[in-house]
C-alpha cells in the first residue's frame, strides 16, 4: 500500500492541476455511481457496507476514501468557474445550490 500510495502522490505531483478541469467530471460521475452501488452491493467489513472487494489483488477498499478526494477537486473548480456569484451578493441560493448538489 505504501508503494501504491507513492506513486500515485508521484502521478498528482506531476500532474498539472490546470488539467484537472479537463478529466474531472469522469471521475465525479463514476464515483457518484459506485458510491450508491456499494448503499446496495457493499461487502460488510466490521459492520460497515460500503466496501468493494477486488478479487485480483485480494482486498476491499472503500470507494468513499477516493470519493473525498474527488469531491473536493470538483468543489474547487466549481467555485473557481463561478467565482463572480460568490463575488456579488446578488444570487444567494445559487451559491448555496452550487455548494449542496455538489456536497451532497
Do not use: H
Not at 1 to 16: A, E, V
Not at 59 to 82: D, G, T
Request: glycine share 6%.
Amino acid at each position: 500500500m505504501i508503494i501504491i500510495g507513492l506513486i500515485g502522490s508521484i502521478f498528482i505531483i506531476m500532474f498539472p492541476t490546470k488539467n484537472y478541469k479537463k478529466i474531472i467530471r469522469l471521475p465525479f460521475i463514476l464515483i457518484v455511481f459506485i458510491c450508491f452501488y456499494m448503499l446496495f452491493f457493499g461487502s460488510e467489513t466490521n459492520g460497515a457496507t460500503n466496501w468493494f472487494k477486488v478479487p485480483i489483488i485480494n482486498m476491499a477498499i472503500q470507494p468513499s476514501e477516493f470519493a473525498k478526494i474527488i469531491i473536493i477537486v470538483y468543489l474547487s473548480l466549481l467555485l473557481e468557474k463561478y467565482d463572480n456569484l460568490f463575488i456579488k451578493n446578488e444570487k444567494v441560493y445559487d451559491k448555496i445550490g452550487i455548494i449542496l448538489v455538489v456536497g451532497l
